[in-house]
């Protein structure tokens, strides 16, 4: 038998990289290491190519900006990393950078489709099948 979940307690759930915890009205969330994780990653003085060195530092950086991570959880989390960064010889700044250079990133997007109309579809039509596809129909309350 194969378990998927592992609750820790009625109110936590492990679920793949987090810990989810639910409150009274609430769910919080923080990161899931196993105790087995080595926090290895290429070392800065290895021969791979930058592009590989670089993929698990950015790797870091997008889940810390994407999780919904509040902000004493995202602050032990960066200094997770950097620890992580500072034992494999990079500069800890570079987490940072790379950081920053996501928030810009995701913040122009968020400008550009600012000025950007959408359309709504018309949902009063329905949907005509297509060969391959399967369609579920939502039952109207």
């Known amino acids: ?9 009625d ?5 793949l990289d987090l ?13 899931f290491r196993k ?9 800065n003085d290895s021969c791979h190519p930058l592009e590989q060195k670089m993929a698990a530092i950015r790797y870091f950086a997008d889940r810390i900006h994407t999780y919904n991570l509040d902000q004493p ?9 950097n620890h992580i960064i500072h034992n494999n010889k990079y500069n800890t700044s570079l987490l940072n950078r790379v950081y920053n250079r996501k928030k810009k990133h995701t913040n122009k997007q968020n ?5 950007k109309k959408t359309k709504t579809k018309d949902r009063s039509k329905k949907p005509k099948p297509k060969i391959g596809q399967i369609h579920v129909q939502r039952e109207r309350d």
């Open 111 to 115: 400008d550009d489709n600012k000025g």
């Open 19 to 31: 810990t989810i915890m639910k409150g009274e009205n609430e769910l919080t969330f923080m990161m």
């Open 11 to 15: 109110r936590k759930l492990n679920f």
């Open 35 to 43: 105790l087995t994780t080595t926090n290895t990653i290429i070392p």
């Open 1 to 9: 038998m194969i378990r998927l979940l592992h609750y820790l307690d």
């Open 73 to 81: 959880q995202k602050q032990k989390e960066t200094d997770i990393v």
